[in-house]
Structure formats: C-alpha cells, structure tokens
C-alpha cells in the first residue's frame, strides 16, 4: 500500500508511480513530478519522457510513492502475486 497521504499532496512533490502492467509482464517505476492537484485527482508528469499521467484518488493511494524503495516492494510483492495467480490457474478454464 501507498506510503501517501492523497489530502498532503502539493504541486511540485516528487512521487514514484509503481506501474503494473500484468498482461505484459510490465512492472516499471516512473519519477513523477506532480503538476495538478484537485480534490479527487493528481497529475504527474514523467521525469524522462515528459508524458503526464492522471491518477484517481483511490488509483493514487494504491500505486503512488514517495520513497521508492516502498514502490520497488510494492512492484516484487505484485510479481509475486502474479505468478501465485498464474500457478494457481494453470490449465483451469
């Protein structure tokens, strides 16, 4: 779980978005700047590519960090997950 506070948030703060992409394999972090602050989202701006990313505020409180060692936690405890799940539907229908 998050390690942020969504109502603490300010424009400017530095964040790290723990992206999970299962159909892929795709599990990256993404240093994002946060440039909108609204009641009930933020947007972020990546660091390196410049593309901006909205984020719920429920979506926000589950993937978003501000120390990213908690986000690099977050991102093995979904590949473990995710191979429990894929071990466990193996050859189900």
Known sequence: MSD???EELKKGDIVYWAR?????????????KLRTIEQDYVVGSDSVSKF????????????LFKDIKLAQDYLKEQ????KEERKNNNGKN
């Open 4 to 6: 942020i506070k969504f």
């Open 20 to 32: 999970v992409l299962k159909n892929d394999d795709s599990f990256k972090i993404h240093k994002m």
């Open 52 to 63: 901006a990313k909205d984020f719920t505020k429920s979506y926000a409180e589950q993937v």
């Open 79 to 82: 590949k473990k997950l995710l």
